[in-house]
């Protein structure tokens, strides 16, 4: 009997791996948060399948479900909403797993911050602007944030923030970046990326609340900061640029065919960067 905590990607049915998918096609048990995940990725699972909503059940209960698969011989599928390993609090029932000597393994997942990058269409790692994504939120009910995490403390960098969790807290979220990025800060709403409801809103960091009813973005909402989110033209990176080989891709004399190797081309570097 065997655990497989996947990731279901941000919501769209056809946003989860294929291996998720194979999973959920053959597993006997699936064990989803119905509050995140969208009934519509059960469309993977076998006919027969138990189907389990974890919204209402604590990690007793969500124990004692484990539990009953392990005295059935029964492998379940643990759905997660984007990726597993963020926000998705898998280590905690890995935890009860392993006491229980229940085998598992991680299925990774689209993430909601890539999901609502693409409805943007932006790219958040701009060059010149910003080359580090941080992915961070701010202390709510259920988890503090360390204080060393501060939004404060991880503005100074000036990097592309993703906040998840954000709805409930736009107002004391703006109001503690304020202080560290330029009112002209390009900000992005995204609710529900991939959804059939999903919605978006851009914006700046100073427009930002005269422009949108708090109310209308409180669930399943990323809030985006930084310059990267910007239409305007950006640098462009050295890696396609023809005078830049790489391992790949050696240098290019004038007249000659792409793909050859030029004779006395540099020595390449590698192909990452
Ligand atoms: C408990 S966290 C789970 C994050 C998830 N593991 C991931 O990788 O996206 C839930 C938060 O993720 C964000 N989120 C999840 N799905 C989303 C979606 N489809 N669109 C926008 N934000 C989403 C929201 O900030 C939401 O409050």
Do not use: N
């Not at 988890?143 to 503005?155: G, I, M, Y």
């Not at 609710?191 to 409801?197: E, H, I, K, L, T």
């Not at 919605?199 to 809030?223: A, K, N």
């Amino acid at each position: 009997m065997k655990v497989f905590f996947i990731g279901a990607g941000p919501g769209a049915p056809d946003l989860i791996t294929v291996r998720g998918a194979k999973i959920l096609e053959r597993v006997p048990v699936v064990m989803y948060a119905g509050s995140l995940v969208p009934r519509q990725i059960l469309c993977h699972c076998r006919a027969d399948a138990e189907i389990i909503d974890t919204a209402s059940l604590d990690l007793d209960q969500q124990e004692a479900c484990y539990r009953r698969a392990q005295t059935a011989g029964l492998d379940v599928a643990r759905l997660h909403s984007g990726d597993p390993a963020i926000y998705g609090a898998t280590a905690e029932q890995m935890r009860r797993l392993e006491t229980l000597r229940i085998d598992y393994e991680v299925v990774p997942g689209v993430s909601s911050f890539t999901a609502a990058a693409a409805s943007l269409a932006s790219e958040l790692t701009k060059p010149a602007v910003s080359q580090t994504v941080i992915l961070t939120r701010v202390s709510g009910r259920a988890s503090a944030v360390p204080e060393r995490e501060r939004l404060a403390e991880l503005a100074r960098s000036g990097a592309t923030l993703c906040v998840f969790l954000s709805g409930p807290h736009l107002k004391r979220i703006v109001g503690e970046l304020s202080p560290h990025y330029p009112p002209d800060t390009p900000v992005a709403l995204v609710y529900r990326a991939s959804w059939p409801d999903e919605r978006s809103h851009r914006s700046t960091l100073g427009r930002l609340l005269r422009e949108i009813r708090l109310r209308d973005w409180r669930l399943t909402t990323l809030l985006l900061v930084g310059g990267a989110l910007s239409g305007g033209p950006a640098l462009e990176s050295r890696l396609y640029a023809p005078d830049y080989p790489h391992i790949f891709r050696p240098a290019r004399r004038k007249g000659k065919r792409a793909g050859r190797r030029t004779a006395g081309a540099r020595k390449p570097a590698g192909a990452d960067s």
